[in-house]
Nanobody
Framework: EVQLQASGGGLVQAGGSLRVSCAASGFTFGDYAIAWFRQAPGKVREGVSCISPSDGSTYYADSVKGRFTISSDVAVNTVYLQLNSLKPEDTAVYYC???????????????WGQGTLVTVSS
């Protein structure tokens, strides 16, 4: 069955770094774009980044551009999001999701991981 497993969240001080991972299984990895969304308490879910494993194209929300980096390791069917220069406003549950193409609309994504919590302290 199709599964996405997000992991790697934790507590980080402002200015610090963290890497979250999304391990995919049960589908052809190269056929899907994989995105990271995040949702903070009381806030709407927002797109953070997306990668197309087939060609490596990447996309970033303006709020994280220059600080976060998305990458993929096809050999282990895993997408990573490196979060650098973290700010308290980055605190959220980070979800990975798969769709045929990268979009900013969470409703377009076919599969979702359970999310991993990133907490950034001041």
């Amino acid at each position: 069955e199709v599964q996405l497993q997000a992991s790697g969240g934790g507590l980080v001080q402002a200015g610090g770094s963290l890497r979250v991972s999304c391990a995919a299984s049960g589908f052809t990895f190269g056929d899907y774009a994989i995105a990271w969304f995040r949702q903070a308490p009381g806030k709407v879910r927002e797109g953070v980044s997306c990668i197309s494993p087939s060609d490596g194209s990447t996309y970033y929300a303006d709020s994280v551009k220059g600080r976060f980096t998305i990458s993929s390791d096809v050999a282990v069917n895993t997408v990573y999001l490196q979060l650098n220069s973290l700010k308290p406003e980055d605190t959220a549950v980070y979800y990975c999701a798969a769709a045929l193409i990268c979009t900013t609309n969470y409703g377009d994504y076919d599969y979702w991981g359970q999310g991993t919590l990133v907490t950034v302290s001041s």
